[in-house]
């Protein structure tokens, strides 16, 4: 007996390596490609340093009003944190809870850290299948549990689902909360806002890592109704009352304001992202119909590990999932059209060996 | 029977109030009267805007070395959070997950963040009693448990136990993890670093918001033995891979960095708080020998309460606990000279009245 007894067994999430290297071209963590808007820099040059003796605002006013404007709801109703990651770790602590200990639901193929987070709270859980095209079957969530999460679009397919459909999953568990990932909803899917003032189930979490370009400034947020924030509020005030520093409230605040630039860059992933679908198609590749910022494509001759590992030589990192189900698949992050002609290149050498 | 059912109930932590008006003086939450060293604004202003849209180190390496440099201690000892706030609320999941439900024990007058922790996470406590004069009873964490935390200095009596007698403590525990939280042990107490190569189910926690000046960029850390630093990063990253963004990496590291600055401000404040004991005790106030940046004071004849208030009329805010057995005690941090001047000058003319 020692004092190891007591400790809480983990294994933990294994984020995408960080390699650092000037000439690599780095399509491995569904990072912006962007950076983020001038109006960030700006906010982050009027920062005085002095004022960070003094602890931030631990009610993130002028994040979570900007957000509420951005989105057309109330302050009350937006909740922010340190990246989706922190907000959604929140919400499992919070929402699911239940005590009848019913598992969450969630897609078998999905973003890898749901499990890990149920068992990190000793939540149960079960994955639930997706149809052969890899897409979403609304009907697996026609169970009792103990909650629901899923990606809209999913990870790392990219598949998005419909905001009707996603209606008849939170109607259908009106004693679940259902929490809908929307980490890359801004790159080209309806985000399930608008079901908002019909569901109290219901709650939205949305990321500044991909379409805002502020992966390196850690935020995330979640909006629902008021009872359902307010939750989210007491739980995070009973971890850590004052999660977001000074820098990340000043250039969230001002990446949100900047609505012309966060179109703009969306749209050029976007953009950049059809015409990757068109040369990977030529090259050989299949892929889900990605509504995301990346492309999970798998080749038709040439096993996804071998060219992962060919890419990697050549500096190029794309991400490889070694897991059953997925692993002949590699997941491309959309890049800059320079950066993607790269790859097209280096792609056309390895599969022409 | 509805989503409610599922909700993790909580009564969360109140945080000191932030009030934010020019002319106040703000001796309520502990924060340091000094900004931070002028190397952490050279750091800021070589942030360069347009990597935020990367993804930080997870490893947080720069700062870690940093930690580990300045305390003579391995990189792979160090493990570093959102503020102290967070490194506790990770080692309370962490090492405080006993199956037998034991009690964790810590002092009944404390951090009030403990038993909030402890509820959050449904782990037993107990609050062991203090001895008459407010210092910790070692003999008191002589029970089974699943665990012992007290600040060194305790928090709000400013009263330090010497690193003998946490010797004791330590090692008459040996099956449980003990956490010294040495948020306040810069100004003047020994730190329990030293028995770190003797103990390991010892954890030491501090904060970069008391001592360095950086309250706004929410930085903390641990320091323990390679086994229970590698348990609590694990529990980290079962819960958010990437906690520290890119400034508080930063500007972390540069305060760590500048030992000068560190030590001619905590020596400043050190000396103001020599003053203020004359000070106070001219004015009539009682008060445990403070060792932090903090007096916990009650006046011999006029009502903590009345003068919290009447201070606040003047906007000069200090901290009131409304709690049995201190409720007529004032908090007041240790504040600039000049601050200081203004605060006796203001109880002289409460007093008088």
Known sequence: MDWRQNIREVEPYVPGEQPNQSDMVKLNT????????????????????DTLRLYPDPLVTDLIDALADFYHVKPS???????????LAMSFL?????????????????????????????IPYQRVKLKDDFSIDP????????????????????LALPVDT?????????DSVVIVDEAYVDFGTESALRLLPKYENLLIVQ????????AGMRLGYAIGNEALIQCLKNVRNSFNSYTMNRPAILAGTAAVKDR????????MIMETREQAKEELTKLGFTFPDSKTNFIFASHR???????????????????YFDKSGIDNYLRITIGTPVQMEKLYRALREILAE
């Open 207 to 214: 990321t500044f890592s991909k379409s805002r370009s502020l």
């Open 166 to 174: 996603i209606e008849g999953i939170v109607k259908a568990n009106p």
């Open 30 to 49: 569904n990072e912006n490609p962007y950076p983020p808007s001038p109006k960030v820099a700006e906010a982050l040059a009027g920062l005085d340093p």
């Open 139 to 158: 009907d697996s969530f026609l169970q009792p549990n103990g909650g629901i999460i899923f990606p809209n679009p999913n990870a790392p397919t990219g």
């Open 260 to 267: 012309a630039y966060f179109d703009r860059t969306r749209n």
């Open 301 to 319: 001759s040439v096993p996804a590990k071998k060219i992962f590992n060919e890419l990697r030589e050549r500096h190029i990192y794309v991400r």
């Open 77 to 87: 109703q937006v909740f922010a944190g340190v990246g989706s990651d922190d907000v």
């Open 94 to 122: 919070t929402f699911f809870n239940n005590p009848d200990k019913k598992p969450v639901l969630f897609p078998e193929i999905s973003y890898s850290f749901y499990d890990v987070w149920a068992d990190c709270f000793h």
